[in-house]
Each structure stands twice: as C-alpha cells, then as structure tokens.
T-cell receptor, first 113, second 112 residues
Framework: KAGVTQTPRYLIKTRGQQVTLSCSPI?????VSWYQQTPGQGLQFLFE???????NKGNFPGRFSGRQFSNSRSEMNVSTLELGDSALYLC????????????FGEGSRLTVL | DAKTTQPPSMDCAEGRAANLPCNHS???????VYWYRQIHSQGPQYIIH???NNETNEMASLIITEDRKSSTLILPHATLRDTAVYYC?????????????FGAGTQVVVTP
C-alpha cells in the first residue's frame, strides 16, 4: 500500500509569491491534515479536511488555505509569502474521523527568499 | 488538551531498553496518550497509544500509571534506527483527532 505522497518535495520561492502544495493520502483514507514545522515553533496544526469539508483549523492567518477533492487528495496554498513561511509542510491522512493514528508524508520543504 | 512534559534529551545504548518518560498530570479521564516519533528529515510516525491499560505492539510498550498522570514508552531493544525525536501527546477522542498538539519531544540518541 502506497504511503502519503507529497509534492513537490523541495521548492524555493521569493517573498510575495504564492505556493501550492499537494498531498495524496493513503488509498481509502478520507481525512487529510496539514502541519507546519519550523525550528522555532515545532510542529503546528494548520487544518484538516474530511469529505471535502474543512473540519478543524489551526491558528494561522488567512494567507494559508486548503481544499480537498472528491478523491481525497488535498492541496494547501500560501499566498503573499513571507520569510517566516519557510518551513517543512507535512500532510497526514487517516481512514476516518475517530482514530488518532495519523500517517504522515515526507513533507514539502519550502524556502522563501 | 492536557499538557505534557518530557525530558529534552536522553541517550541509550544499542541493544538496551529505552524508557521514555512523559508527565501529563492534568490529564482528563477521556484523554488518550499517544506516542509518535520523528526521524530526522522524515514525517512523524505513529508508535502506540493507550487510555488506561498498558499496551504493547511490535514497536514498543506503553506503561500508564494507575492515576494516569504519567506514562513510559519502552523500546525493548533499541537500535541505531531508533534515534529520533519522540513526542508524547494527550488527546480527547472524537472527530478532532487530526489536530494533534506536538510539544518539543525527547531527542533520543542510540549509541553503538
């Protein structure tokens, strides 16, 4: 069974640009969560989607957004990039809503110059 | 969610058992204890979880004290590949499982 796949793995952007990251969950998993990891703040929850609906949201500005498609694949978008958005963005999937066992991808490392 | 306290780092000799403590003195009756680990440059990996009883799987054992205010993750025979940051998380059940609150974790270094 293939794991959680995130693309791209690495990318470099400049301030003011926007970026879209993609996540394909494990087959059959309908919930996708996104996390940001930085050396200073650690792992922080961004949002979670289930059946194309945002179920939970973390404490991030509106520049951070996401969506989920009918095949459970998810994308997150960050607009008007700032230097502080440089981070590892991790996606995790789980089969349903009532389980705490998340399966994480390898992440997308974003560098903002 | 209850807060957790873990030592920032610990060393372990290869082949020996690694005992990772976690304090969660404000845990509520319906909060589970979850353990994840993150090997450098990889996404976090689920290890084990429990509510009241001790649990064991192919990766580790979880010992929860009777008052549930602390727990210990045991890696029975540590290998070099177990070098990672280990996170202890307490979480209420329900439909918000996707929102995990990670702390700083414990950096475990397994040495030959």
């Amino acid at each position: 069974k293939a794991g959680v796949t995130q693309t791209p793995r690495y990318l470099i952007k400049t301030r003011g640009q926007q970026v879209t990251l993609s996540c394909s969950p494990i087959s059959g998993h309908r919930s996708v969560s996104w996390y940001q990891q930085t050396p200073g703040q650690g792992l922080q929850f961004l949002f979670e989607y289930f059946s194309e609906t945002q179920r939970n949201k973390g404490n991030f500005p509106g520049r951070f957004s996401g969506r989920q498609f009918s095949n459970s694949r998810s994308e997150m978008n960050v607009s008007t990039l700032e230097l502080g958005d440089s981070a590892l963005y991790l996606c995790a999937s789980r089969p349903g809503l009532n389980t705490g066992e998340l399966f994480f991808g390898e992440g997308s490392r974003l560098t903002v110059l | 969610d209850a807060k957790t306290t873990q030592p920032p780092s610990m060393d372990c000799a290869e082949g020996r058992a690694a005992n990772l403590p976690c304090n969660h003195s404000t845990i509520s009756g319906n909060e589970y204890v979850y353990w994840y680990r993150q090997i450098h440059s990889q996404g976090p990996q689920y290890i084990i979880h429990g509510l009241k009883n001790n649990e064991t799987n192919e990766m580790a054992s979880l010992i929860i004290t009777e008052d549930r205010k602390s727990s210990t993750l045991i890696l029975p025979h540590a290998t070099l590949r177990d070098t990672a940051v280990y996170y202890c998380i307490v979480r209420v059940g329900g439909d918000s499982w996707g929102k995990l609150q990670f702390g700083a974790g414990t950096q475990v270094v397994v040495t030959p």
